[in-house]
T-cell receptor
Framework: AQSVTQLDSQVPVFEEAPVELRCNYS??????LFWYVQYPNQGLQLLLK??????LVKGINGFEAEFNKSQTSFHLRKPSVHISDTAEYFC??????????FGAGTRLFVKA | ETGVTQSPTHLIKTRGQQVTLRCSSQ?????VSWYQQALGQGPQFIFQ???????GRGNFPPRFSGLQFPNYSSELNVNALELDDSALYLC????????????????FGPGTRLTVL
């Protein structure tokens, strides 16, 4: 069965510092992986997705993620965060069907 | 703005009642998925509709049902509401180029916050 684990429920970081949000997945088959961001009182917005090919995926707002098959990880990174990056971030996975499995979320809090 | 709208924004119901939530997809999107997001958790897949037919369902009982209309709007109906149904309900639309696959980018609406008392 598929599962997605986000290893940190909250990540506080100072503005302009780098950040990494960790995500591990469990699947016996090939997976497609996603990162979404959710701002307060809004729906989810796709940051980036990995389907195949290069393991380093670049997304919007300066975020990138690296697919590591041997470690079953898909960590999200940004070299320099802004106050406006404060939000909830969700890692998600699916095996190419109709069902997307989400992690529990990581709250990124950027401090001035 | 994703072009996906949901109504109402907030809703309060009592246990045992029935509720209908509505979603208006992006123009031309033929696939809509519904998710339940309990407080402090990630979204849980309820079901997906592709070209007006249910394409798949998550681990939700039959009292959760849906409809998708020719104009790509959709509804989520929940009967016999329970306290645990209190959550944010999200719809997400996408355009399946060769079927209802989630590798197509999903565009989420802002959600409907349902409170069951």
């Amino acid at each position: 069965a598929q599962s997605v684990t986000q290893l940190d429920s909250q990540v506080p970081v100072f503005e302009e510092a780098p950040v990494e949000l960790r995500c591990n997945y469990s699947s016996s088959v090939s997976v497609y992986l996603f990162w979404y961001v959710q701002y307060p009182n809004q729906g989810l917005q796709l940051l980036l997705k990995y389907l195949s090919g290069s393991t380093l995926v670049k997304g919007i707002n300066g975020f990138e993620a690296e697919f590591n098959k041997s470690q079953t990880s898909f960590h999200l990174r940004k070299p320099s965060v802004h106050i406006s990056d404060t939000a909830e971030y969700f890692c998600a996975a699916d095996t190419g069907g109709f069902k997307t499995i989400f992690g529990a979320g990581t709250r990124l809090f950027v401090k001035a | 703005e994703t072009g996906v709208t949901q109504s109402p924004t907030h809703l309060i119901k009592t246990r045992g009642q029935q509720v209908t939530l509505r979603c208006s997809s992006q123009s031309g999107h033929n696939t809509v998925s519904w998710y339940q997001q309990a407080l402090g958790q990630g979204p849980q897949f309820i079901f997906q509709y592709y070209r007006e037919e249910e394409n798949g369902r998550g681990n939700f009982p039959p009292r959760f049902s849906g409809l998708q209309f020719p104009n790509y709007s959709s509804e989520l109906n929940v009967n016999a509401l329970e306290l645990d149904d209190s959550a944010l309900y999200l719809c997400a639309s996408s355009f399946g180029t060769s079927g209802p696959y989630t590798t197509d980018t999903q565009y989420f609406g802002p959600g409907t916050r349902l409170t069951v008392l």
